[in-house]
């Protein structure tokens, strides 16, 4: 599922997007989580070899476990020192692939849209960057809640569009707007009926609803 991005990102937030790892507290960064995994993954073979080898299959496969951690930690910290480097290119203003929004060199930030572009650009990394729907002020929420805000906000506008929505323009503008979001074909059917404004319920909805 597509993740909310905001509008520029630090050093460590952009290494963490490129490397597809989820938010790290403020007292727990990336490479704290990496070293982590590394660590497990060798306590998990020292452990295999502890009780007795039982199979040489199993063991190669903890083992090329620890070779792709040990990887993952080289990999972030490379990709680290690459965005300091391009960091320092633009903050110098020779031409760089990646656009500072805070020339802060203690604290670097760069547009979330130049880390995307060099990310893809530059290593093939695809980031998925579509934003979900706003979240509603309800106190249950659901994706699918949220998108039939939307869908209302956007499609029926102040309730009385000129050519109203069919199920067919929603399914459609839902599937553009928000494409790996997976929705059955069952609820799109009814969605019309679903997100219909006041003034297009029935009388006799209005009657059960609004007593």
Same mark, same amino acid.
């Given at each position: 599922?597509?993740?909310?991005?905001?509008?520029?990102?630090?050093?460590?937030?952009?290494?963490?997007?490129?490397?597809?790892?989820?938010?790290?507290?403020?007292?727990?960064?990336?490479?704290?989580?990496?070293?982590?995994?590394?660590?497990?993954?060798?306590?998990?073979?020292?452990e295999y070899k502890a009780k007795g080898v039982e199979s040489l299959q199993e063991l190669a496969f903890l083992e090329r476990v620890v070779d792709i951690?040990?990887?993952?930690?080289?990999?972030?910290?490379?990709?680290?020192?690459?965005?300091?480097?391009?960091?320092?290119?633009?903050?110098?203003?020779?031409?760089?692939?990646?656009?500072?929004?805070?020339?802060?060199?203690?604290?670097?930030?760069?547009?979330?849209?130049?880390?995307? /572009?060099?990310?893809?650009?530059?290593?093939?990394? @695809?980031? #998925?960057?579509?934003? %979900?729907?706003? +979240? !509603? =002020?309800?106190?249950?929420?659901?994706?699918?809640?949220?998108?039939?805000?939307?869908?209302?906000?956007?499609?029926? /506008?102040?309730?009385?569009?000129?050519?109203?929505? @069919?199920? #067919?323009?929603?399914? %459609?503008?839902? +599937? !553009? =707007?928000?494409?790996?979001?997976?929705?059955?074909?069952?609820?799109?059917?009814?969605?019309?009926?679903?997100?219909?404004?006041?003034?297009?319920?029935?009388?006799?909805?209005?009657?059960?609803?609004f007593k």
């Open positions: 599922m597509s993740r909310e991005l905001p509008e520029s990102l630090g050093v460590d937030e952009a290494v963490a997007l490129m490397m597809n790892i989820g938010h790290c507290s403020s007292s727990h960064s990336i490479y704290d989580e990496l070293g982590e995994m590394l660590h497990d993954a060798k306590l998990s073979v020292h951690a040990k990887d993952r930690c080289n990999q972030a910290q490379g990709i680290k020192d690459c965005l300091y480097d391009m960091g320092a290119l633009a903050t110098s203003g020779e031409k760089s692939p990646l656009k500072v929004s805070s020339k802060s060199t203690a604290n670097i930030r760069f547009t979330t849209q130049s880390i995307v /572009e060099f990310a893809q650009s530059y290593f093939g990394i @695809t980031v #998925e960057t579509q934003p %979900l729907p706003p +979240k !509603s =002020k309800r106190a249950y929420k659901s994706v699918l809640l949220d998108i039939l805000d939307t869908a209302v906000d956007e499609q029926w /506008e102040d309730g009385n569009p000129e050519r109203h929505p @069919t199920n #067919e323009s929603l399914r %459609l503008w839902i +599937k !553009s =707007k928000y494409p790996n979001i997976h929705i059955s074909e069952q609820v799109f059917s009814g969605f019309c009926k679903i997100i219909r404004p006041d003034q297009h319920r029935p009388a006799t909805e209005k009657k059960a609803i």
